[in-house]
């Protein structure tokens, strides 16, 4: 057997594949040999093995037991979802690394691997774990590879293939922690894009990221991400992508609500109408050009006025008596 058939703990049961499409989309779910992925690490699943065949991959997430031609690149000869397969197709789309090692064994990576992998002291998020062979369940000639996820005190998370998951170990039982010189410990999507510029996440070009997330990549670090409402356009390499506009009665309908919010109706725009009795009600009188207050009729100042009249009447009628 020339590579790891990962953790000999548990027992796999192996499926034939009956198509040449090994993983295939269907909407947010990607299907291996009729299963879904056990784990996924920066969105690259881990698929359970399910029989010996090549691997081809063109993000990280789609895998054919074929090349799809441009962009597609092979992570396993022969062997299908081992160990190696994962930690290579997933050091290859987060961080550039070549798939091609030159082992036979898992174990080997330690001594064996491209150039720019290198062993470090103290693992981080990306990097590789390496076992030897019957180390803490490893197989007891091919020995195991995992991928760290998340680094405590003493342990370490990892998701892994053969047996594919999310697995927790003790850190003493690495043989070796191997990272990649584009790792820069965290789980930036566009510390592989091969360019500055505009990708859309998980498409055929840039693996990483959230599909249907517009990534601004700038020297390897996300500058800004777009939310595409109507779905991320990938245009051909070199061009950047971009977000679908919105469906035309998407607009119509957007254009209708704006103008609705922006003109109130009729009746807000003008002032409530009162009855005549309720504006000589509520004040006393009307401006004239002089600045005088004139009585309306019926007011507070005309019965005033007519009451002193009464009066003084009253007054000069005694005043004729008397004389």
């Known amino acids: 057997m020339r590579k790891a058939l990962g953790l000999v703990a548990a027992a796999v049961t192996v499926i034939a594949c009956s198509s040449e499409d090994v993983g295939r989309s269907n909407a947010a779910v990607d299907y291996i040999c009729n299963e879904s992925a056990a784990a996924t690490l920066d969105g690259i ?19 054919k037991s074929s090349s799809g031609g441009t962009g597609w690149v092979q992570t396993e000869g022969g062997y299908g979802y081992q160990c190696v397969e994962y930690a290579a197709r997933y050091e290859h789309f987060e961080f550039g690394v070549a798939t091609s090692w030159g082992i036979s064994y898992a174990y080997q990576m330690c001594n064996t691997h491209p150039t720019s992998m290198s062993t470090v002291s103290k693992p981080m998020h990306g990097d590789l774990m390496i076992f030897a062979p019957g180390s803490c369940g490893a197989d007891g000639t091919a020995g195991h590879v995992a991928v760290v996820d998340t680094v405590g005190a003493t342990t370490v998370k990892t998701v892994q293939e053969n047996v594919a998951g999310s697995y927790t170990y003790n850190q003493s039982c690495a043989s070796c922690w191997l990272h990649a010189a584009n790792n820069n410990g965290s789980s930036d999507p566009c510390a592989t894009a091969p360019s500055n510029g505009l990708y859309c996440g998980q498409s055929t070009q840039f693996g990483g990221g959230t599909k249907d997330v517009l990534y601004d990549c700038e020297n390897g670090v996300t500058s800004s991400t777009t939310a595409c409402a109507y779905g991320c356009i990938v245009e051909p390499p070199g061009t950047n992508d971009k977000c679908a506009d919105a469906p035309a009665d998407a607009g119509s309908d957007a254009s209708s609500d704006a103008s609705s919010d922006a003109t109130p109706p009729a009746s ?14 509520a004040g006393d009188g009307t401006n004239e050009s002089g600045g005088c207050a004139v009585g309306a009729a019926g007011s507070s100042r005309a019965r005033g006025a007519t009451t002193l009249l009464v009066i003084a009447l009253v007054i000069a009628a005694r005043r004729r008596r008397r004389a």
């Open 45 to 63: 699943p881990a698929y359970a093995y399910c029989g010996n065949f090549n691997v081809w991959s063109n993000n990280g997430v789609d895998t």
């Open 268 to 281: 807000d725009a003008s002032p409530p109408q009162t009855d005549a009795a309720a504006q000589s009600d």
